[in-house]
Nanobody
C-alpha cells in the first residue's frame, strides 16, 4: 500500500486547509485510516481516524475545527478550519489492517502545515 499526502502549506491563523491522502496498491487490506501530526520536539500524536461505516474520532484539541472523511476511491481527507499556530506540524496519513486504535502498517511521507501570521 502506498500513501501520498498533499495539501499542506503556509496559512494565517484562522485560515483553512484541506489535506488529501491518496491510497494505492493493495488497498483491500486497509480497514482504518488516520491522520497523525508531529511538531518539532514533540511526540507524534493521533489527530483523527476513521473506519468505513464507523463514527470518526477526532482528538479533543481539534474537535469542531477539523473533519476527517474518505471517498469511495480510498482517498482520505482532513478539512482543517480555524487553524491555530499550535496546529503547526508535519501531518502524516496512515493506514491500518486493524481498527483505529491498532498498529498502523502503512505511512505516507508527510505534508507540512505551518500556521503563522
Amino acid at each position: 500500500v502506498q500513501l501520498v499526502e498533499s495539501g499542506g502549506g503556509l496559512v494565517q491563523p484562522g485560515g483553512s486547509l484541506r489535506l488529501s491522502c491518496a491510497a494505492s496498491g493493495s488497498v483491500f487490506n486497509i480497514y482504518a485510516m488516520a491522520w497523525f501530526r508531529q511538531a518539532p520536539g514533540k511526540k507524534r500524536e493521533l489527530v483523527a481516524a476513521m473506519v468505513d461505516g464507523g463514527t470518526p474520532y477526532h482528538v479533543p484539541s481539534v474537535k469542531g475545527r477539523f473533519t476527517i472523511s474518505k471517498d469511495n476511491a480510498k482517498t482520505l481527507y482532513l478539512q482543517m478550519n480555524s487553524l491555530k499556530p499550535e496546529d503547526t506540524a508535519m501531518y502524516y496519513c496512515a493506514a491500518s489492517r486493524g481498527g483505529i486504535w491498532d498498529e498502523y502498517d502503512y505511512w505516507g511521507q508527510g505534508t507540512q502545515v505551518t500556521v503563522s501570521s
